[in-house]
């Protein structure tokens, strides 16, 4: 795996923690669910980085 992969499994591991503090905390719900999506977003900025390289 490469150091870019690990980074967006980084992300991607991120924003599963917030989607679940995003259902315990119901008060900063959108918060957690907003910086999840971000999280994501990235995610798929690198590995659509890593798909015009290849």
Known sequence: MSDRESIANWFEQLADKHDARGERDLENRHYHRGTAIIYRAR????????????
């Open 43 to 54: 995610a798929n900025d690198i590995r659509s980085e890593i798909d015009l390289a290849a």
